[in-house]
Every structure is written in C-alpha cells, then in structure tokens.
C-alpha cells in the first residue's frame, strides 16, 4: 500500500489514473473485492460482533442459492444474453420434483433427485434457449416471458399448498453439517454441507469456460457474434447450450432451497432476479456480453449477501436495503464505463 | 410512413372487438354495461403510461428499455403523500392540497426521469443496467421512507373524485391518459425531436454523424419517460387513496408485453401511439374478462408470459414480408 503511494508521488497524476484504470480492465474482479473490503472494515469497526466464525457461515449459507443462480447468469451474460427466468424455472422444478418424489418414490436418494432437478431445469432452460433463437428477440424480453409463464404454470397446474413434509433424503440433506460453531449469543451456527454444492458448481463452470472449445465459443459470441458466427461457431447451439446450463444450476439451486428451508414453497424465491444480476455485474461481468468470470461473480455474490445480512448489525434498518443495493449497480456501472473511457 | 403499420393497427383494433365478441358470449351483458367499461377505463392508464414510457425508451433504440416506470410512480406517490402535509393540510385546503400532490409527484418523475437520462444518455450506461439500477434504488428510497407500509392519503374530495367521478360519463384519469397520449403522438410525429428519435433508433451511427445530439435526445426520452410513470403515480394515488411501494409490481412486465404487441420494436426505430394505446386497452379488457370468468390470477400471469412469446413470434412470422410488400 505504502510502496505504490510513494511511487505515485514520483509520477505524473494522469499516469496513476490510468494505471488503476489499466488494473481495474484487467482484474474486474477487483472492484467487488475492494468493496467487501471496505465495508467488512466499516462494519468489523462499527461492531466488533462482526468478526467471528459464525457470522462467515451464515454469510456463507446464505449465498449458496444465489451463488448457483449467479453462475447459470454469468454463462448468459457471458454469451451476450440475459436470463432472469431462473427463479420461475427453480421454484417449478423444486416444487414439481418435491411433490412427485413425495407422491411416488419417497425413498429415493440425493443423488437422483439432484439428477431429476438438473435435467428438468436444462430442459426448461433449453426452452428458453430455444425461443431466444427462433423469436431473434431480446432475451430479456423473451425470459421475461417465459418467467411469467413458468410460474404461471406452476401454481396454475401444480399447486399452492405448502409442502412441509419434504422427502427424508432432501431433509437429510439439507441438516448435513461439516462444521458447527456456537455464536457469541449462544446460537449453534452450522456450515452446511451444501455449500460444496455450489464449489463444485463453480469449478466446473470455470473449468467449462477456461479450457473447453465451447466455454472459448460462449465469449466469442458475447463479444462479437458477427465475427464469431465467420470464425464458424454455431450461434444457436451455443446459446441453447448456455440457457440450459443456467436452467440445471437453477434447478439444483431449487432443490437446495427445499432441503435447507425444510419445506416446498411455490411462491419462493420470486423477486431474487435483480439481486442475482447485480451481483454478477457487481463482478466485473458487462451486460453487453464477452467477458465475465467465475472468481468476480462469487465475488459479487458474497457481497449482495454481506449488504443484506450485516448492514443490521451497524444500524442501517433493513428497509434501507433495495436504495443501497441499487446505488450499488449504478456505481458499479458508472465505474466501469468510466474506465473503459480512461483506457 | 405510417400506412406501414396500419396491419398493426387493424391487427390491435381486431384483437379488441374480438375480445368484446368472447366477452358477450362468455359473460354477457354484465361485461358490456357503463359501469364496467367505467371501471375498466380508470384502470388503463396507469398501464397506458407507463407503456409509453417503455415505447419512448425501446424506439430510441440500443437496447433502450425503461424497467424503473412503476417503481418511479410509486416513489412519485410515496414522496408526495409524505412531503406535502408540510406545506398543505389536506383538511383546510383539499384543492390546493390535491394541487401541490399533482406538483410535487411530477417534480419527483422529473427528477428521478433525469438520473435515468444522465445515467444512459451522459454517463453512457446500457439501458438496462441504468433501468435495473434505478428500479431498486426508486423502489429502496420509497421502502426506506414509508419503512415498507402503506400510507393512506384519507378522503380528498378533489382528488377522490379526480379518480373515482366520471364526468359525462368518462373516467378523468381515461380522459387525461388521452390527452397525454394524444400530445405524446403529436411530438412523435411532427416535432423535430420525433422525427429525430426516430432517426436515432433506427441507426445510431448515422443519426451522430447526421449531427443528432445523441446524448442529450436520449436525456430527454428518458426524462419524459420518467414524467410519464409520475403522472401514473399520481393517478394510482388518487384512485386507492392510498400509495404503497410494490403497488402493481407485475407492470414492468405488462408494460413490455403492451408495447411489444403494439408492434414497437424491441431493436428500436418503429412505434406508434395510437397501437399502444389500443393493446393496453385490449390487455386490460381481456383481465376484466378473466375477472367475469372467475379464471385466477395465476392463470393470467401465465397467459400474460404465453402472449408475450407469441407476439414475438408473430412479428417475426407474419410482418416482415408483410411490410417489405407494403412500401
């Protein structure tokens, strides 16, 4: 810290403005860090109760399912498109699969119905994929349309009810624990055992997006798909291929709800989307497409999850939240427009 | 220019009598009479509005959307049902009260219209992103200034019967949604601002190099966009007494399936008034029908997403070589 100020006293100002501008184009990811930085600061001075390991996993638990949203998002965005039906196609698949395991084969195992939830998300996905192809209208338009038909569908044709007796293997699931810790107010805290669920969904979306053909082909297209369709990438398949994932994330995503609420709600989880695209965007991710990672968007997560969960504890009511997020989104757009202007 | 879209408009004016037709058959007389088309009339312009504003800000194009308009409109509210008891008392002076709330809700659309221009026209943020933005940060502002509950405005003589009175028959909020409508399509049409907007949607490249000021028209569109959603603000105000921050939260949605069954190009350059003004009409006779038909509003949301995708397929289906023709 102290070596880089004396080094801008020896440089011009300008210099040092398009520096930092120059590190911030490389590292995106690097603005959502500052920013947790310094609000984990801010807090850990506000409210010493702020630094212990309970308070890390409650953070931690609380972003799983919009950390799993916010990677099947950032293979969109990457892709040049936008998706915020992800939150109808969870609440259907988490509702559907719940009722049919319960109705038909109570005894089924996890890994089933994580397979079950996973393939009617991609499906639900692909169809999303497929009318963004065949409609050559906005995808945010057109999942806009699919979300309200989703839901729609759902408490239409499947139900309302509340479902408290969740399948004994989803319960199981939901209470495995890899860790637990007493708070300092005497709650028993617990890191629970799904948070692998969303490690392993974030390597292999990294992995998918760093060193396969189709994760090169997910940027080509986001960022410039006239020249990527010449360079001979199929435009469509690419896009069917990245709604669908984002449809299997959300899935799983729904089934880890159920399983850590113990109880099916159809009218969950509506509302999430906005949260889940700023805090892709919050990673470093460009709404007009081709770039993005797996690193800035769990990034971003953890920080839509620290604003919502610890602004409590430095005295900002809760009702104060949406305004903060929101200034949140419009800074980071603004800086990184801006700096793509510096540059 | 026009005569291309007058498939659009028989198209919308069809959509409307068949609806009337389904709902005779359907409901009957009950659907038909004054009191329903009163009712359904103070409805409409709140979704009327706010879909202009969507329509101003998809024609000028780049991607140009407006998802702020209900969250602006209930700010607009909340801001002036808080704000004006200090200047006004709402028992002495209900005329002037029901004025400084009209004055003060629009001053809040301009205001909140303008962040939305700066940010997309100056600042140079995609629309969405400023939209999205501004949608949560209208919406915080007006949860953290009511702290989430509804404010009740009590019983305005002027502005109850502003509405809740028909005068002559017709709902004043209707009246005044035509008359906005009406100006909307006159500054479209003949204003050089329109023919510019126009201009600019349809290629921005061009438009810059045609010495358009691009920055500052998309200032204005989005500035009178937000003008637009505080008008709906005030209307909402005066129709429930009451303001509320996540009144109508399904609108972001109606307002895009209204203009984009209006024929308004999602792309941008193309948009007329008058379709809009139709495929509201027609959206909110075809709920009070599922009203008549005791169909749930679950159902409806799904028909809402299964229209949407339709008419999208429809204007990628049917209109194209239809248009090619045509001119």
């Not at chain 1, 080509?220 to 291929?241: M, T």
């Not at chain 1, 620290?306 to 929101?326: C, D, K, Y």
């Not at chain 2, 949860?143 to 509950?149: A, F, H, I, M, N």
Request: charged content about 10%; proline content about 4%; overall charge positive.
């Amino acid at each position: 810290m102290s070596l880089s100020a004396t080094n801008e006293d020896h440089a011009p100002r300008a210099g040092f403005a398009s520096r930092t501008a120059g590190f911030f184009r490389r590292y995106p990811e690097a603005f959502a860090a500052l920013l947790i930085v310094v609000l984990c600061v801010a807090v850990g001075l506000l409210n010493p109760a702020f630094w212990q390991l309970a308070n890390l996993f409650d953070i931690l638990r609380a972003s799983v399912v919009r950390g799993l949203f916010a990677l099947g998002v950032l293979m969109v965005l990457a892709a040049g498109g936008l998706d915020v039906s992800f939150s109808a196609i969870a609440a259907l698949v988490m509702y559907a699969v719940t009722k049919a395991v319960t109705l038909f084969a109570p005894d089924m195992g996890m890994l089933s119905i994580f397979i079950m939830s996973a393939v009617g998300g991609a499906l639900l996905g692909a169809i999303n994929g497929l009318l963004v192809n065949t409609l050559k209208a906005p995808s945010l338009i057109v999942t806009i349309g699919t979300q309200y038909a989703y839901r729609g569908f759902l408490l239409t044709f499947i139900g309302t009810a509340l479902f408290m007796n969740i399948p004994p293997a989803m319960d199981a699931f939901g209470q495995w624990s890899l860790m637990s810790r007493t708070a300092e107010n005497g709650f028993t805290v617990q890191l629970p055992g799904f948070v692998l669920v969303l490690a392993v969904a974030a390597l292999a979306t990294w992995a998918m997006l760093r060193f396969t053909l189709i994760g090169r082909a997910v940027y080509a297209i986001g960022g410039r798909p006239d020249i990527a369709e010449r360079l001979g990438y199929r435009v469509s398949s690419v896009q069917l291929f990245v709604f669908a994932w984002a449809g299997m994330l959300a899935g799983i995503a729904g089934i880890i709800h159920v399983s850590s609420n113990r109880l099916a709600n159809p009218f969950d989880l509506a509302g999430i989307e906005l949260s889940v695209i700023s805090a892709v965007i919050l990673g470093g991710a460009r709404i007009t497409g081709g770039s993005g990672s797996v690193l800035g968007t769990l990034l971003g997560v953890v920080l839509i999850t620290l604003v919502n969960n610890v602004l409590i504890l430095i005295g900002i009511p809760s009702s104060w939240q949406t305004a903060i997020l929101g200034l949140f989104i419009l800074c980071a757009g603004v800086f990184f427009v801006l700096q793509k202007r510096a540059g | 220019m026009d005569r291309q879209f007058d498939g659009q408009l028989g198209f919308l004016a069809s959509v409307n009598v068949l609806i009337l037709v389904a709902a005779l058959m359907f409901v009957g007389g009950s659907f038909i009479n004054l009191f329903n088309f009163q009712s359904m009339g103070a409805q409409v312009p709140e979704l009327g509005l706010l879909s202009l504003g969507v329509m101003l800000a998809m024609i000028s194009g780049n991607g140009g959307i407006d998802l702020s308009g209900i969250a602006l409109a209930n700010l607009s509210g909340v801001v002036a049902v808080l704000l004006v008891p200090f200047v006004v008392s709402p028992e002495a002076a209900p005329s002037a009260y029901t004025f400084s709330f009209a004055l003060v809700a629009l001053s809040t659309g301009l205001v909140g219209g303008m962040v939305n221009g700066v940010l997309v026209g100056y600042a140079g943020l995609t629309p969405i992103i400023a939209t999205l933005g501004t949608q949560l940060l209208f919406t915080g502002i007006a949860v953290g200034l009511t702290g989430g509950s509804a404010r009740t405005l009590g019983y305005i003589v002027p502005m109850d019967d502003f509405g809740n009175m028909p005068f002559w028959g017709i709902p004043l909020p209707f009246a005044l949604f035509v008359a906005v409508a009406a100006i909307i399509a006159v500054v479209l049409r003949f204003s050089s601002f329109g023919k510019r907007l126009f201009l600019l949607g349809s290629n921005p490249t061009a438009a810059f190099f045609a010495g358009i000021p691009v920055r500052r028209m998309l200032f204005h569109t989005y500035t009178l966009a937000g003008v637009l959603a505080s008008i709906a603000g005030f209307i909402i105000a005066a129709r429930t007494s009451s303001v509320k921050w996540d009144y109508g939260t399904s609108y972001v949605l109606v307002a895009i399936l209204v203009v984009v069954m209006a024929g308004v190009r999602p792309a941008g350059g193309y948009g007329r008034v008058i379709c809009v003004v139709l495929s509201a009409i027609a959206l909110q006779m075809l709920s009070s029908l599922f009203n008549f038909m005791n169909i749930s509003n679950f159902f409806r949301d799904c028909a809402w997403g299964v229209l949407l995708l339709l008419f999208l397929a429809s204007a990628r289906i049917d209109l194209t070589p239809y248009r090619r023709v045509r001119s």
